[in-house]
C-alpha cells in the first residue's frame, strides 16, 4: 500500500510535507478501486470494520510520509501527523451504495449515499479528548468525547493505573489547544426528490467543515452511527437518531443533465427529431401536446412553460471571470381563476427533478430564501425554496396572495441568482440558480400593467414572459373544452392512437434533462431580428415602461437560445427568434400589441404550425423591416445536431437534376427521407454551367458513401454558389406548407408536393 501511495500520490505527499503548517488538518482522497488493487485486505477492513479501517489509511499515509522523507533528504519538509485517508468512490452495489437514507440494520456500515443539504448548524470548535491525573499517583489518562452520548466527556470514575491505586479524585491537566480540540459541524441531509422528513444529520470534521451550503446536492461516503437525540428529557424513553460520520464529501453543484436519459431514450429522440426534420414546428407542437394532456389547449401558455423549462445556454468563455449571466428565464402566468394556470405549474414540477411547489399564502421571504433557525441553543442556516431548487424551478401559485415585502425578497434572487444572508451572526450567500414559475390572477382590470398585476416593475422587469390567460366566454371554445373533459380519453386516443405520438411523462423527463447540455449559439439573423425587435419596444410609447428595459433583450436571447434548445438546434435561427417574439406580444395583450397579431389566434393548437408561423414570421419580419432577412446557410446545416446527414445516392443525384427540380415529388417517410441538406440543396443550388452540374452528378455516383462535408468540398472547389434561400421557401425548415397535422400524425407516408 505505502508503494502504491508513493506511485500514484507522490505529489500530494509533497504538497503536504511542502506545508509550513504542522497543526494543519489534511484530507488525503483515495480512490476505493484502487485500495482494492493495492490492498484488498484494507478495502475489506475499510467496509467490514471502518473505523479501524480509516485509522491504518491515516498510519499509511504517515508512514508514506516519512518515507518520502528519507527517500528525498529534503530539510523543509516536515512529517504532517493531521491527516485523514478519506475515502469515495465505493463499487454501485447495494450493499455499499445507496439512493434511500440508511436503516437502523446499517449501524456501524461504510456506505456511499447522495442527497440534498437543507440545513447547515453552525461550525464550531469541539473538545474531543481530555486528559486527567490522578490526585493520589499522578497517572495520566485519556477521555475521548463519546459520539452516542452527543460528545459528552465523563471524567473516569477509577484509576486505570496498572500498578493498582486507588484513587478516585482527578483534575484536568489539558489545555483546548488542537491536539484536543478539531473543527465540527452538523448539516442536515434530504433524499432527493423525497418528503422533508426524510433526513439525516451528517457530522463532518476537520478539514470537511465549511464545504457546503444548503441548498446543495452531495454525494457522501461515511460510517452510520446511533446517537442519543439532543432533546431527550431525564426520565422520558430514550429517543435514538441515526447520524453518518462523514468521511468523504463531494459537492455535485453543477446543473447539468440528470441521469434520467439513457442511450436508448437518445435514440429514440434521435430518430424522432429525425422524422420531424423538414417540419420541426410540428415536432415541437407534438411535445406541447403531450405536456400537461389534461388541460385542453392554452397554446400559448404550454408552449412558454415548456420555453421556460427548457432554458438558455451556458457558455464557458476563454478567459472565464466567474461571473454568471442568468440563463433561466422566469414566467408569470396571469388571468382569470379556473384557466388551469395550477395544473400548468404542478405538471412543470413533475418533469423537473429538481423542483420545489409552493403557494404564495404561505410563502414568507425566510421560507422561499432562507432562515436562521435557534435549535437546541445552536443557531442553523435553513434552505427556503429557492435555495432548495438550485439547478431546476420553483413554481409559486398564488403570486399575488404574498405580501409586498416577501416578493420584494424575491428581487436578488431572480436576477443575481443568490440569496445574501446575514442573520444571528450567520453572513453568507446561497445560490439559487433556478427558473420561477408563478401563476396569479389580475389585482383590476386596469390598462397599466404595473397596476393591473399589482406589482412593484423591478419585479415585473425580472420576469422574461407574462402571459396572461383569459376566460373568455366563447360558445364554440367552451363546447371544445367541455368535450374535451367530458369526452377526454376519446379525443386523447384518437391523437395518441399512434404510439410514436404520444410522449409519457418519464420521456419528457428524460428529453428535458438531454437538452440541458445543448448549448446553442445565436446567428447573425437572429440576432439582427432581436435586436430590431428590442429597438422597437424601445421607442413605442405605449409600451409598459417596466417591460421594455434592457432585461428585455437579455430575456429574448435567453427565450429564443431555450426555443432552438427545444428543437434540439445547435443554432438561434429567425425562426427561434420569431416565435419568441410572438410569445411576448401575446403576453402584452393586444391593446400593447405593437405587431398587431392576432392573439385570438393562439388560443388553440393550429393545424398547421408551419401556416401560422410563416403568417406571423411574414407580420413580425415587415414590421421590423427585415423582410429580406435570411438565414446563414452555414447555420442551417448545424441543426439538428443528430441528424445523419448521409443520403442515399439516388436522393443526392436527385438534388442536382435541375430539369426535375420544377415538379419534385418527394415521397416522405420515416424511412427514407431526404435529409434537410439535400433539401436544402435542392431549394438552393444554383448550378452554374452544365458541364460542371454533369461532373458533379458522376462524382455522386462513383462514391455511394460520400459524405455531406465531400458535398461541400466539391461544392467548394468546384466553385459554385449556394444561393440563400429566398425568405418566403426559407421562413422556416418547416416550409412544408402542404402538409396537414392530421397527415403528419396519421400516416407513414407524405406525399409532398416541394413547389420549387
Ligand atoms: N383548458 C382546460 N382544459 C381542461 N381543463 C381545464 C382547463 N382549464 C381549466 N381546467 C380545469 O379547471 C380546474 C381549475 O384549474 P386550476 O386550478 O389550474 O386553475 P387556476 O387558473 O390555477 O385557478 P386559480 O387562479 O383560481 O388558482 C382544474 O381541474 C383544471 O383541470
Known amino acids: 500500500m505505502i508503494a502504491y501511495l508513493l506511485n ?287 388541460i385542453y389547449g392554452m397554446y400559448m401558455a404550454k408552449l412558454a412553460v415548456v420555453i421556460v423549462l427548457a432554458g438558455g445556454s451556458t457558455f464557458h468563455e476563454e478567459g472565464d471571470t466567474n461571473v454568471r449571466t442568468r440563463t433561466e428565464p422566469h414566467l408569470l402566468l396571469v388571468g382569470d381563476p379556473g384557466t388551469g394556470k395550477s395544473e400548468l405549474l404542478r405538471f412543470a414540477s413533475t418533469i423537473i427533478p429538481r423542483s420545489v411547489r409552493v403557494t404564495g399564502i404561505t410563502s414568507t421571504s425566510a421560507g422561499l430564501t432562507a432562515a436562521a433557525v435557534h435549535e437546541n441553543g445552536d443557531w442553523h442556516l435553513e434552505a427556503g425554496a429557492l435555495v432548495l431548487a ?160 434592457i432585461r428585455l433583450l437579455d430575456s429574448l436571447v435567453r427565450l429564443s437560445q431555450a426555443h432552438a434548445r427545444l428543437l434540439q438546434h445547435k443554432t438561434v435561427l429567425i425562426m427561434d427568434a420569431v416565435v419568441v417574439i410572438s410569445l411576448i406580444e401575446y403576453g402584452i395583450g393586444k391593446d400593447e400589441n405593437s405587431m398587431g397579431l392576432d392573439t385570438e389566434y393562439f388560443k388553440d393548437y393550429p393545424v398547421d404550425p408551419t401556416e401560422s408561423y410563416n403568417k406571423i414570421c411574414e407580420t413580425i419580419l415587415s414590421k421590423l423591416n427585415l423582410l429580406g432577412i435570411q438565414d446563414d446557410g452555414d447555420n442551417c446545416d448545424a441543426f439538428p445536431p443528430h441528424v445523419d446527414h448521409k443520403m442515399s445516392l439516388k436522393r443526392k443525384s436527385d438534388c442536382f437534376n435541375n430539369d426535375e427540380r420544377s415538379s419534385t415529388k418527394l415521397k416522405c417517410n420515416s424511412k427514407s427521407v431526404e435529409t434537410e441538406t439535400s433539401v436544402a440543396l435542392k431549394k438552393t443550388t444554383v448550378i452554374k454551367s452544365d458541364q460542371k452540374k454533369e461532373s458533379l452528378k458522376n462524382s455522386y455516383e462513383k462514391h455511394e458513401s460520400v459524405s455531406d462535408n465531400s458535398v461541400k468540398t466539391i461544392l467548394e472547389q468546384s466553385k459554385f454558389q449556394v444561393r440563400k434561400r429566398p425568405l418566403d421557401k426559407v421562413k422556416s425548415f418547416a416550409s412544408c406548407s402542404s402538409f396537414s397535422s392530421e397527415s403528419i400524425f396519421d400516416s407513414e407516408e407524405h406525399e409532398v408536393d416541394f413547389d420549387l
Not at 415585473?460 to 373533459?485: G, H, N
Not at 437538452?515 to 409600451?543: F, G
Open 390 to 549: 438550485d439547478g431546476g424551478i420553483c413554481c409559486i401559485d398564488e403570486f399575488n396572495s404574498m405580501k409586498e415585502h416577501d416578493r420584494n425578497s424575491l428581487l436578488e434572487a431572480m436576477e443575481q441568482q443568490t440569496v445574501s444572508v446575514a442573520k444571528a451572526s450567520i453572513v453568507t450567500k446561497l445560490n439559487t440558480r433556478c427558473s420561477i414559475l408563478a401563476a396569479m390572477n389580475h389585482k383590476n382590470s386596469s390598462d397599466n400593467l404595473t397596476e393591473s398585476l399589482g406589482l412593484s416593475s423591478p419585479l415585473i422587469s425580472r420576469f422574461d414572459l407574462i402571459l396572461t390567460v383569459m376566460d373568455k366566454r366563447d360558445d364554440d371554445w367552451d363546447e371544445r373544452v367541455a368535450d374535451y373533459i367530458l369526452n377526454g380519453c376519446k379525443y386523447r386516443s384518437k391523437f395518441f392512437e399512434d404510439k410514436n405520438n404520444k410522449w409519457s411523462l418519464e420521456m419528457l423527463q428524460a428529453y428535458f434533462s438531454l437538452i440541458k447540455s445543448v448549448n446553442p449559439k445565436l446567428s447573425d439573423a437572429a440576432n439582427t431580428v432581436l435586436a430590431a425587435y428590442y429597438q422597437l419596444q424601445r421607442n413605442n410609447s405605449i409600451s409598459s415602461k417596466s417591460r421594455t428595459t
Open 8 to 294: 500514484k500520490h507522490k505529489e500530494k505527499l509533497m504538497k503536504i510535507l511542502e506545508d509550513l503548517d504542522s497543526t494543519k488538518h489534511f484530507g488525503f482522497a483515495l480512490m476505493f478501486v484502487e485500495i482494492c488493487d493495492a490492498d484488498p485486505k484494507l478495502a475489506n477492513s475499510i467496509l467490514g470494520s471502518p473505523e479501524e479501517g480509516l485509522q491504518t489509511c491515516d498510519n499509511l499515509i504517515i508512514s508514506a510520509q516519512e518515507a518520502l522523507i528519507t527517500q528525498t533528504d529534503n530539510k523543509i519538509y516536515t512529517l504532517k501527523k493531521n491527516v485523514h485517508a478519506r475515502v469515495f468512490g465505493l463499487p454501485t452495489c447495494p450493499e455499499v451504495h445507496r439512493t434511500d437514507l440508511p436503516k437502523p440494520t446499517d449501524l456501524g456500515s461504510f456506505l456511499q449515499l447522495s442527497g440534498l443539504i437543507v440545513k447547515t448548524a453552525s461550525m464550531k470548535v469541539l473538545e474531543y479528548r481530555r486528559d486527567y491525573e490522578c490526585i493520589k499517583c499522578k497517572y495520566k489518562m485519556t477521555i475521548y468525547a463519546d459520539h452516542d452520548m452527543n460528545y459528552s466527556i465523563n471524567p473516569p470514575t477509577f484509576c486505570k493505573n496498572p500498578e493498582i491505586c486507588k484513587g478516585i479524585k482527578f483534575k484536568v491537566v489539558s489545555t483546548l489547544d488542537s491536539t484536543h480540540c478539531k473543527d465540527y459541524q452538523e448539516i442536515k441531509m434530504q433524499e432527493e426528490g423525497k418528503t422533508v422528513s426524510n433526513h439525516m444529520w451528517l457530522i463532518l470534521e476537520n478539514d470537511l467543515v465549511d464545504v457546503c451550503k444548503p441548498g446543495s446536492t452531495v454525494t457522501v461516503c461515511g460510517i452510520v452511527r446511533n446517537r442519543l437525540k439532543k432533546t431527550h428529557v431525564a426520565g422520558r424513553p430514550l429517543l435514538i437518531e441515526m447520524t453518518l460520520l462523514v468521511n468523504h464529501l463531494q459537492v455535485n453543484n453543477d446543473v447539468g443533465p440528470s441521469t434520467v436519459s439513457t442511450i436508448e431514450r437518445n435514440q429514440q429522440f434521435e430518430s424522432f427529431w429525425y422524422k420531424y426534420r423538414l417540419y420541426p414546428l410540428y415536432g415541437r407542437d407534438l411535445i406541447l401536446r403531450s405536456f400537461c394532456p389534461q
